[in-house]
């Protein structure tokens, strides 16, 4: 067990050839130390190994094609799982595989993904001796070093054709070791793009026992700030009252109230990114009871003020070169909420969501959102779970953000 692995996400490519029986003990050893792993696989590897087996231990789908049969809205996969992970292994690479990682041949969803990725790779080459001293996998595998492709070099010996070489996969365990190396050095080092996300619902009192609020649990924005971190960017995350736990390698900081939240967000509104997406009370009490309001014969009339607009002051404060997100949710006339905001508040997104829709809205889970851009473009995203609409988000709010390096 190597705790360097623990909670890292790392793809496992496997290709057809016949040392992909060693991938299973792979994808075992990444799981027992705390590894999130997602399975790839070319359809050729299927006649070596199969999907149940590797989807078992790996607690995942095991995908194979780009555009999956009855998956609505899958076809943007590999562009999310490239955001999601920390680092992807390509073993067994075949002579094939390593051709077409080159060239960048896209025929399924392994060389799709390793197209996508922001993260480091590693491919560890495996097949009989005569093919892997060949001068085109050699110069194939030169190239990948050149892109900053680690290549794990094949042992010597007894090989599937029943010829002694070079050829071998590296053992599992030795696999295993060599990504925890890169993991460390690939760390992030916290000279990334600055991220200010805001999360949650705010409290507005109305007397010391009562206050007034909204239904956000801030999952969405606490994985926006997770993904954020992930992809080496220095995380400020302005909370609201919640109890989610504070995301590795994020600071926080935590309110209660709309007024509270406003002036927190102008005290760290120079980050390079700024991603709304609280639920900020829009109105607070006029004037909050110093003590519990008795309950009386009638109805109890309670006066409103407006809280500070902070996305408004955001848009109008903002520099030349920062990325600016809002949150719209709209239950009636949706984009024409949502378009009425992008364009009023000065914004270069907005992410619109409607909690009466299947699948969006409130609390842990998924939502499904569709993004406005300030140049005009529209993003429909299906059904998703939240860690990877927050992957999307921050996939199209380029160049702002991006993995250092």
Same mark, same amino acid.
């Given at each position: 067990?190597?705790?360097?692995? =623990?909670?890292?996400?790392?793809?496992?490519?496997?290709?057809?050839?016949?040392?992909?029986?060693?991938?299973?003990?792979?994808?075992?050893?990444?799981?027992?130390?705390?590894?999130?792993?997602?399975?790839?696989?070319?359809?050729?590897? &299927?006649?070596?190994?199969?999907?149940?087996?590797?989807?078992?231990?790996?607690?995942?789908?095991?995908?194979?094609?780009?555009?999956? #049969?009855?998956?609505?809205?899958?076809?943007?996969? &590999?562009?999310?799982?490239?955001?999601?992970?920390?680092?992807?292994?390509?073993?067994?690479?075949?002579?094939?595989?390593?051709?077409?990682? +080159?060239?960048?041949?896209?025929?399924?969803?392994?060389?799709?993904?390793?197209?996508?990725?922001?993260? #480091?790779?590693?491919?560890? #080459?495996?097949? /009989? &001796? /005569?093919?892997?001293?060949?001068?085109?996998?050699?110069?194939?595998? =030169?190239?990948?070093?050149?892109?900053?492709?680690?290549?794990?070099?094949?042992?010597?010996?007894?090989?599937?054709?029943?010829?002694?070489?070079?050829?071998?996969?590296?053992?599992?365990?030795?696999?295993?070791?060599?990504?925890?190396?890169?993991?460390?050095?690939?760390?992030?080092?916290?000279?990334?793009?600055?991220?200010?996300?805001?999360?949650?619902?705010?409290? @507005?009192?109305?007397?010391?026992?009562?206050?007034?609020?909204?239904? =956000?649990?801030?999952?969405?924005?606490?994985?926006?700030?997770?993904?954020?971190?992930?992809?080496?960017?220095?995380?400020?995350?302005?909370?609201?009252?919640?109890?989610?736990?504070?995301?590795?390698?994020?600071?926080?900081?935590?309110?209660?109230?709309?007024?509270?939240?406003?002036?927190?967000?102008?005290? &760290?509104?120079?980050?390079? +990114?700024?991603?709304?997406?609280?639920?900020?009370?829009?109105?607070?009490?006029?004037?909050? =009871?110093?003590?519990?309001?008795?309950?009386? /014969?009638?109805?109890?009339?309670?006066?409103?003020?407006?809280?500070?607009?902070?996305?408004?002051?955001?848009?109008?404060?903002?520099?030349?070169?920062?990325?600016?997100?809002?949150?719209?949710? @709209?239950?009636? /006339?949706? @984009?024409?909420?949502?378009?009425?905001?992008?364009?009023?508040?000065?914004?270069?997104?907005? +992410?619109?969501?409607?909690?009466?829709?299947?699948?969006?809205?409130?609390? #842990?889970?998924?939502?499904?959102?569709?993004?406005?851009?300030?140049?005009?473009?529209?993003?429909?995203?299906?059904?998703?779970?939240?860690?990877?609409?927050?992957?999307?988000?921050?996939?199209?709010?380029?160049?702002?953000?991006?993995?250092?390096?």
């Amino acid at each position: 067990m190597n705790q360097k692995l =623990s909670g890292k996400r790392i793809i496992v490519g496997i290709s057809g050839g016949i040392a992909a029986y060693k991938s299973v003990e792979l994808v075992r050893l990444l799981r027992k130390s705390g590894a999130e792993v997602q399975v790839l696989m070319t359809p050729d590897a &299927h006649r070596f190994v199969t999907p149940l087996t590797l989807g078992t231990l790996s607690e995942r789908e095991v995908l194979t094609e780009i555009f999956p #049969p009855n998956q609505t809205g899958s076809w943007t996969k &590999h562009v999310h799982l490239g955001l999601w992970a920390d680092l992807m292994i390509v073993a067994p690479a075949t002579a094939n595989t390593l051709s077409k990682l +080159v060239t960048g041949v896209c025929d399924s969803m392994l060389t799709a993904v390793a197209l996508s990725a922001r993260c #480091p790779m590693m491919v560890c #080459p495996a097949m /009989d &001796h /005569d093919m892997y001293e060949h001068a085109s996998t050699r110069d194939n595998l =030169s190239t990948l070093r050149e892109r900053g492709v680690a290549v794990m070099d094949a042992p010597e010996g007894l090989l599937a054709s029943g010829l002694t070489g070079k050829g071998r996969l590296p053992e599992p365990e030795d696999i295993a070791e060599r990504a925890a190396g890169l993991l460390a050095d690939h760390s992030p080092t916290q000279a990334g793009p600055r991220v200010l996300v805001t999360a949650g619902p705010t409290r @507005e009192s109305l007397d010391p026992v009562r206050y007034i609020t909204n239904r =956000s649990s801030g999952t969405m924005g606490f994985e926006i700030a997770r993904a954020a971190q992930r992809m080496g960017c220095r995380v400020t995350l302005v909370a609201g009252p919640t109890a989610l736990e504070t995301p590795e390698g994020v600071t926080r900081v935590d309110v209660e109230t709309a007024r509270e939240m406003h002036a927190a967000v102008l005290a &760290h509104r120079d980050a390079d +990114v700024i991603v709304m997406a609280a639920a900020v009370a829009d109105y607070e009490a006029a004037s909050v =009871s110093r003590d519990k309001i008795k309950k009386a /014969d009638g109805d109890l009339v309670l006066q409103l003020s407006r809280t500070p607009d902070i996305l408004r002051e955001l848009g109008a404060r903002r520099t030349d070169d920062q990325v600016l997100v809002g949150f719209a949710l @709209e239950t009636r /006339d949706a @984009e024409k909420g949502a378009l009425k905001k992008l364009h009023g508040k000065n914004v270069d997104w907005i +992410v619109l969501n409607n909690p009466t829709e299947e699948g969006a809205g409130f609390g #842990p889970g998924t939502n499904k959102v569709t993004l406005y851009g300030r140049d005009g473009r529209v993003e429909p995203l299906p059904v998703m779970s939240k860690a990877d609409v927050a992957l999307a988000i921050l996939g199209f709010v380029e160049p702002g953000v991006k993995r250092p390096g």
